[in-house]
């Protein structure tokens, strides 16, 4: 991974699709009031506060045996995602709107702000698997004049 050239992308239903979905109501629905996005009928979940205060990602993490929320309630991060049979093979995404990994997502969360924190949603009981990455990635923001 040495010279690994990341481009930020925006969450969009396209692109987030080999990794999840957009937590956000669809012109679809029957209803115009409520719709169910997710169901997970196999284990009870809970709901947590999740700080971020590292820059870099060492490592990917992710759940074979559940789904994963994260829902955006102050600062700003990046999530980076891949797919379960390829984790070498890393997106970053703006993590600017609420979004539900599927199972087996390798994912980790950055901030760009000095801290950010996320609502996620997952099984209760949530079993890890860890991949390090070759060298710590992370963004720098610069400002153009």
């Given amino acids: 991974m040495a010279g690994l ?4 992308e925006p969450i969009t239903r396209e692109r987030f699709a080999p990794f ?6 669809s012109e679809q629905s029957p209803d115009e009031r409520f719709e169910v996005l997710l169901t997970e009928d196999a284990q009870p979940w809970r709901i947590a506060v999740f700080r971020v205060r590292q820059h870099k990602a060492e490592r990917l993490e992710c759940h074979p045996g559940s789904m994963e929320s994260f829902e955006p309630m102050a600062g700003a991060g990046i999530l980076l995602c891949a797919e379960p049979h390829t984790p070498h093979e890393i ?3 703006l993590l ?3 979004v539900c990994l599927y ?5 980790e969360v950055i901030a760009l702000s ?6 996620i949603t997952e099984n209760r009981e949530v079993s890890s698997q860890f991949h390090p990455l070759e060298h710590p990635l ?3 923001i610069q400002n153009i004049e």
Avoid: M, N
Avoid at 103 to 107: L, R, Y
């Fill in 5 to 8: 050239t990341l481009t930020l």
């Fill in 20 to 25: 999840g979905r957009l937590i956000a109501f």
């Fill in 91 to 93: 997106h970053a995404f």
């Fill in 96 to 98: 600017d709107t609420p």
């Fill in 103 to 107: 199972k087996g997502v390798w994912h």
């Fill in 114 to 119: 000095q801290e950010a924190l996320y609502k």
């Fill in 138 to 140: 992370g963004f720098q």
